[in-house]
Nanobody
Framework: QVQLVESGGGLVQAGDSLRLSCTAS????????MGWFRQAPGKEREFVAA????????SYSDSVKGRFTISRDNAKNTVYLTMNNLKPEDTAVYYC?????????????????WGQGTQVTVSS
């Protein structure tokens, strides 16, 4: 079993940047892909970004491609989501998730463990 703890959310203005962090404990971090999802009020949880266990492969949703960057530091058991040029439509609770394999999937079913989430609010 793995425990995932997100941090770094907050209230920002449109155009600002934030970096989310997710630290894992309890399971071999470097063996699995990691991902970020988000859920806005009244909407389903949606894929944001994912990274392979080595960090050599990444994938992004079309809505964040070019603005967000996912990265990981296996020595620190931490995955990051750097968000630039934030927009009001990025407002959501952001969840960190650990994959069930080493390859970065994009479905919620590709991830077996989830953090509690961190709120990101972008004002216009």
């Amino acid at each position: 079993q793995v425990q995932l703890v997100e941090s770094g959310g907050g209230l920002v203005q449109a155009g600002d940047s934030l970096r989310l962090s997710c630290t894992a404990s309890g399971r071999t971090f470097s063996a699995y892909a990691m991902g970020w999802f988000r859920q806005a009020p009244g909407k389903e949880r949606e894929f944001v970004a994912a990274i392979s266990r080595s960090g050599g492969s990444t994938s992004y949703s079309d809505s964040v491609k070019g603005r967000f960057t996912i990265s990981r530091d296996n020595a620190k058991n931490t995955v990051y989501l750097t968000m630039n040029n934030l927009k009001p439509e990025d407002t959501a609770v952001y969840y960190c998730a650990q994959g069930i394999s080493s390859w970065p999937g994009e479905r919620t079913a590709d991830f077996g463990s989830w953090g509690q989430g961190t709120q990101v609010t972008v004002s216009s």
